[in-house]
Nanobody
Framework: QVQLVESGGGLVQPGGSLRLSCKAS????????MAWYRQAPGNQRTFVAY???????MYANSVKGRFTISRDNAKNTVYLQMNSLKPEDTAIYYC??????WGQGTQVTVSS
């Protein structure tokens, strides 16, 4: 059973950047599609970005051009580089592995 641990969240001012990491243990990530989701207070969890095992990538329209998803299979890690952050990006960000495995989430707060 793959286990996922997110890190890299924090408090950042509008216009700033953060890089989230999702480290997997218990199995290789290389064959799995991976995704990032987020959940703001009072809202449902929503899709942010996706990367397949052969590096096909998709983004939610709200983050396209600002966020970049990537993966390093040798490190068993998926990343989410977030630039030009906005207050509406404030949420708990979750990593998801193909097959339904979720991490515990990392809080991102964008505020001045």
């Amino acid at each position: 059973q793959v286990q996922l641990v997110e890190s890299g969240g924090g408090l950042v001012q509008p216009g700033g950047s953060l890089r989230l990491s999702c480290k997997a243990s218990g199995g290789p990530l290389g064959t799995l599609a991976m995704a990032w989701y987020r959940q703001a207070p009072g809202n449902q969890r929503t899709f942010v970005a996706y990367i397949s095992n052969n590096f096909n990538i998709m983004y939610a329209n709200s983050v396209k051009g600002r966020f970049t998803i990537s993966r390093d299979n040798a490190k068993n890690t998926v990343y989410l580089q977030m630039n030009s952050l906005k207050p509406e990006d404030t949420a708990i960000y979750y990593c998801n592995a193909e097959g339904g495995c979720w991490g515990q989430g990392t809080q991102v707060t964008v505020s001045s």
